[in-house]
């Protein structure tokens, strides 16, 4: 499927003129995933941002503590990120909500309405607190920090729901003011049944 | 003026248990400012995210180059706060909007309506872009670049505020959820004439 | 893919219970699309509310006259859908869109942003027009009605855009309000390339 | 009182030109009603989605079983065309309304404000549904099933409303679009006592 | 048409109790208008206030200057107090606007939907900045001033209709918090052909 | 400080040519306050207005009886203001709330985000109820009377809450369409400690 589209309103640096740590960051996520998602090329345009911004999201994302497994992740960035109406953040982070979750109907749900969706009470209770903080995180209170507890999120927990949230809630802004286009192979990614 | 309110609703670390490295920068802060502003003691509570944060902030907003002044990214920061009903970013970076632009009323008229504010129609193109970014980005659109290219802004200057108004964005949700609280040495900064 | 999650809040009545005529549209769409949607087997609950709400569907959306596409029609109810966050009607209308427009991508964009989706200046119109119904029926004037002139609509084109959007806002509430569940194999219709 | 405003943006039809069905059910209206309310004559210029309305509306309407009176049924349409600004609805189901009711000020009443109307609570608990089917359906959940049941409805009936909310949240959306206007007599109706 | 329900959730005070100058006052009320509007009856509670409200009052409703008829003020009076949900002031300036206008619709028209009423462009210009006024008063700007200059309105007009919207917007909320009800007798008056 | 703007959008008269008792009035609040806020000045275009406005302001917040201090009167003034917006009164009532409360951070608490303000459980009960006059009193019922008994509050003083609210709403909203400008003295009144 050939894509005619600009991936972004800015221009795109070419692979080769980047610095070194960035084209190794980018080469490195090809390798990985296949193709290069749009907003690496299109963060890569100011190299500083780039580092941080990517810093930031690993340091959530793939953090190796707490309670909030992988698919929990990718589903409070598809719910709110849909809550911001982000082409790009629901289309990327959907596709893997769908792989993390190996399910390929939750990320739909989940961007559509997460309270219509097949989730147990604490991914409920999960994501009516990231689209809190989305929405409305001036009026978080205990309250909210006691619902969660109630279902076994600690503090830090709490902290990485939030943090999450804010952090694509940053992302879904750039990426709306900016242009940046959903790859087309997001898409289809997870919707298939894995060939044994 | 003694403080007995908490920091923020988790611990914050002691300055002798942080790495190297967020210590020395929570100290040269304090050797500028004269105390250390408490999103730094609260982000040292995860040394990776403090960095990445951080490193975010200086690319935004210590860059050198382009057409916004601090002040205009202050003021950027101050009313886009606001919109976000964040305590913290408007009572600190208010503080820093009154003495980069020599203004004692312009944080609090920002803070209030933008529309009232004593701005240059350069300022207001700018404050409007800002609170669509911050409240609609989904409707951003090329009408929106056009105005701000009739008031002397380019294309890195509309990323310049599209990104600052998104990290503050993050930022404002992160201080609402976890409750930072301002320090009382803002509130007054800016507010007088300099001792000459 | 087993479905064990129930059709909807209300009991479903067993295909042979139904009156002849209900059983009889029942049968054919399970013949053309290979399985029963849900709103039919949920809606058979009340036979007349039934009759009419297909008769009024078809009247729609299988008219032959008239300058909207069944792409269109399908654009429609997907773009409208979403914004009542109508989990149903998004899934299954998102499908149709999909294989009348011969596009695996467009669902998934009006449904997220319309705003950001890959549309002619004709079919954007036709969605701002559909979206200001579903949201702001009451600010409907005679400015909107010459936008659409503008695009090649002529005022029966507009009929159509407004009752279609009037039709899928009672769906999409009637949907939420029982709970109507979207079949399964709903979301990957239209996505894979057709066979050859 | 002669009304020399169009009835709607759209042609109307000459009754001796409509198909014999659609003729006849005119006719009848007139004869009970002693006038033909618009939406009879606006709709009569597409006969099969006349048809379809008509049967519709009657379905829900005229049911004769289950726990909602008419005046119920009028109550649900007026409180929530009041939400959706349908001065076609709010005046002509008004009328309904306080004829049914055989009360001359509960339509102004829930047209203004269903808070502060003359209410049972059993009445309230069913237009706090209905308005919120109207206004956030997405949010319907076993909570709102379990407050009605409180009040003596059951599944049936919660159906019932839903239903009646979402086909006049079909209307409105149409007659603002179109711009039906209300038969002058309407607004009179009901607010005499009847003469003995 | 007895009324078994309380004037207020505030106890009224008995005539033979109040000051001298509100009695005569209320006396005057009554003698002009047949019944005691309940409005005054509340406020007797409160001597002080109810002397400035209806001071207030009378400054900007019986003022003889400027270019705003009764009517034009009512109409005001009832477009706003509807956007606030106060069946109050909707009932009882909506029954002032139809005797002042000598149009029995007009008032259940703008109570409704402005934008569907049958207005004077001036007229409807006139609502359109007091409806801003009443919902986003931050956002009035000099465009706003120069709209309403070329319908013939000068800046002493706009005063009028900016400090009307205001001065009901106080009643609104006072009426609402306090439960005024509105007399049965306002409902019909000013709906039928007077005697001659 | 020199200001060079405008007072308001509207002339302001000069002293000289004002009716006595005004003048009085404004010669008597300079002497107090050291100079002459410019709402006195702004009204006195209006004589009859400019007295039943400050006869209504002095029967609500120079009231001598009942349980709210004069600090709560301007806590609710300056809650509500910032919900509407109003830079006047927002930085006028934030100054008085700063003298009264002898509190240099409450002003800009309460204005930017109430909820997070350093507030006794009274306080908050008595700006939440004051908020939601400023925003929805269409909704205040008797649970909100029965909260405030919770936190001692009676029946008047809720009277007084909602009045206060309500008045400066007015105020709010008149300031804001005619544009007036706060006197530079509020900013920094009541940020220093009083010289001993």
């Known amino acids: 499927m050939s894509n005619a589209q600009p991936i972004s309103r800015f221009s795109v640096p070419e692979l080769k003129n980047l610095p070194e740590d960035i084209r190794a960051t980018i080469l490195a996520v090809q390798e990985k995933a296949g193709f290069v998602p749009n907003v690496f090329l299109t963060l890569a345009h100011r190299p500083d941002e780039f580092r941080a911004f990517f810093a930031y999201h690993d340091a959530l994302m793939l953090k190796e503590t707490g309670n909030l497994t992988k698919a929990d992740r990718e589903m409070i960035v598809t719910a709110t990120s849909a809550k ?113």
């Open 84 to 196: 911001n109406d982000c082409l790009y953040c629901v289309v990327a982070h959907g596709a893997l909500l769908r792989i993390y979750a190996k399910n390929p109907l939750v990320a739909d749900q989940v961007a559509v309405n997460h309270l219509k969706a097949d989730l147990t009470p604490r991914q409920r209770a999960m994501l009516d607190f990231a689209v809190k903080v989305c929405l409305d995180s001036a009026a978080i209170d205990e309250d909210d920090y006691a619902s969660l507890h109630q279902h076994g999120f600690d503090d830090e927990d709490i902290w990485d729901i939030a943090t999450i949230t804010a952090f694509f809630g940053m992302s879904n802004r750039i990426a709306n003011a900016i242009g940046i286009r959903p790859n087309e192979e997001f898409y289809l990614m997870g919707r298939l049944p894995r060939p044994k």
